[in-house]
């Protein structure tokens, strides 16, 4: 197991309001971060991150050049970028505002103003995501395992990705919906799905149905990963058959808790 300390991280704080910028900078520092810098604009952000690449980006919302989502799937569409973890920031309570971050794979959301239990978890799940710390199963060896991740966002399932891999998950076959997934676990054999909820053609309901009741795979463990709020449809989800839910953004030490009781409970 190798795992960071916060005073390790590396962070660029990009926000337009010098008083902000201040406060938040004060946080961090309370937090044991030492390596700041500071961006007011996405360009001046852009540039940083061509000369050091930080370990996470702590981005407000809205700047004159642009928004929070246009640097997030700059850094997202970049190989050289992947490794950089994404911390949005931002007044905006809005689920349906807040949805298309959730999907292009942000590490977490800070409301503004943020508690020091909101920044703790924020950089907790960023330490988590750039460190190794392999499941240690009693009745499977994690290589081994056969994981079909599916979601339609690529970004999303690059982060669910990276995840699974930091815990030694390293058979993973992804599908880009349901219908892709269904025909692959028609022709293989998977120990685990993580799958998302909202999805064209066949969403995870369906999917999660097509498992438990046509498949020849129907007792496979079910993790779904989704920021789905509406209560009736996480209810019908749970009794199709999921074995366990997640919101996103996740944090990975509960995506690490879910897995040991799915797979060794």
Avoid: W
């Amino acid at each position: 197991m190798s795992m960071l300390l916060p005073s390790e991280l590396s962070i660029l704080l990009v926000e337009p309001s010098d008083t902000q910028r201040k406060i938040i900078s004060n946080r961090l520092s309370e937090e044991g971060i030492i390596n700041i810098q500071n961006a007011k604009s996405l360009d001046e952000a852009l540039t940083i991150i061509d000369r050091h690449q930080p370990d996470l980006v702590a981005c407000a919302m809205h700047f004159e050049d642009g928004t929070a989502l246009n640097l997030l799937k700059h850094l997202k569409s970049n190989d050289k970028y992947q490794d950089i973890q994404f911390l949005l920031v931002s007044s905006e309570c809005r689920r349906e505002h807040l949805e298309v971050y959730r999907q292009s794979g942000v590490v977490s959301i800070l409301p503004k103003p943020f508690s020091s239990v909101h920044l703790g978890k924020a950089l907790n799940a960023t330490i988590d995501l750039l460190s190794n710390d392999e499941l240690d199963l009693n009745h499977f060896d994690v290589h081994n395992l056969r994981v079909l991740l599916v979601d339609d966002s690529m970004m999303a399932r690059n982060i669910i990705k990276r995840t699974i891999s930091n815990l030694g998950l390293r058979l993973i076959t992804e599908a880009s919906d349901g219908a892709q997934a269904i025909e692959l676990m028609k022709s293989n054999m998977f120990d685990l799905v993580i799958t998302d909820y909202n999805m064209p053609s066949v969403d995870g309901l369906a999917l999660t149905q097509f498992i438990r009741n046509d498949s020849q795979q129907s007792h496979v463990p079910i993790l779904m990963v989704s920021s789905e709020a509406n209560e009736a449809h996480l209810s019908n989800v749970s009794h199709a058959g999921v074995n366990a839910l997640c919101d996103k953004p996740f944090e990975p030490q509960l995506v690490k808790q879910l897995l040991y009781q799915l797979l060794d409970g």
